[in-house]
């Protein structure tokens, strides 16, 4: 199983991004994971894409200046000591817990209780955005994001399949399915690299592939991989009785569209 995503090492958070087609440099692969990991986020907590200039920073200032988003600091002053409106929810002791053990100054001043009231407690049900943030990078003890990269793909391939009237789409991990006009679709996205001249390296999938489209009830089967400088055609198979299934090329080049450089 390939993770990506950033750790502490000897003392170092390192970062382990993906690389893909025309996704070359360091800010256009932050640019990309931020994409990916969207699909774990609620709306508010999501990170802003388009904002170019975030994506200089590490992924875990990324995170952090996300989660310092949600609270006010210029309402703070640190040299004076003061009662400060209450922002403490249900999920208060994640949210303290964090900001005490953090490097940065803001954070570790909001951990005090003077900004904290460990008494308070939101409506029941609510969830407070910077949760979703500190709940995939801190475990409660490290700080760390190591995700499954088939999953990150999986979940991005299935939210950019195209909306559309009459056409159902679910997310059956590790599969998408699609049913539109009385036909179902299986996408089945992995991330391996596919080089057209040597298939039998993939040999694995395509007798799955087959097999799935014998046994079970699917109409059309597709394998998603993503795309490379050889494989950027989509590869129709047969098998003996004439069934197909085809092997499609994946292109992450819609992160390039705010920034031409990443295309290097």
């Not at 609510?126 to 490290?142: R, T």
Request: proline share 3%; hydrophobic share 35%; aromatic share 12%.
């Amino acid at each position: 199983m390939r993770k990506i995503g950033f750790a502490k090492y000897k003392k170092i958070t390192k970062e382990i991004l993906p690389k893909t087609y025309k996704v070359n440099e360091i800010t256009c692969q932050r640019r990309m994971f931020c994409v990916m990991i969207n699909q774990y986020l609620s709306a508010q907590a999501k990170i802003d894409i388009d904002n170019m200039h975030i994506y200089k920073n590490s992924l875990l200032q990324i995170f952090e200046d996300k989660i310092m988003s949600f609270f006010q600091f210029y309402r703070f002053k640190p040299e004076v000591a003061q009662k400060v409106k209450k922002i403490y929810a249900y999920e208060s002791l994640v949210i303290n817990q964090y900001f005490k053990q953090s490097k940065d100054l803001k954070m570790r001043y909001m951990s005090k209780n003077i900004s904290f009231d460990h008494n308070f407690k939101m409506l029941y049900g609510y969830s407070h955005p910077a949760v979703d943030l500190i709940q995939l990078i801190f475990n409660g003890k490290d700080i760390e994001m190591m995700l499954d990269l088939n999953e990150l793909f999986t979940r991005t391939v299935y939210s950019r399949v195209k909306k559309e009237i009459n056409k159902t789409i679910t997310l059956d991990m590790p599969y998408i399915h699609i049913n539109q006009h009385g036909i179902t679709t299986r996408l089945h996205p992995q991330w391996k690299r596919i080089d057209p001249q040597e298939l039998n390296s993939r040999k694995e999938d395509i007798n799955r592939g087959f097999e799935n489209l014998d046994k079970e009830d699917i109409d059309q089967c597709y394998l998603v991989y993503p795309k490379t400088d050889k494989f950027k055609r989509h590869v129709t198979l047969k098998d003996e009785s004439s069934k197909q299934i085809k092997m499609v090329p994946y292109s992450f080049t819609f992160i390039n569209r705010k920034e031409n450089r990443c295309k290097k």
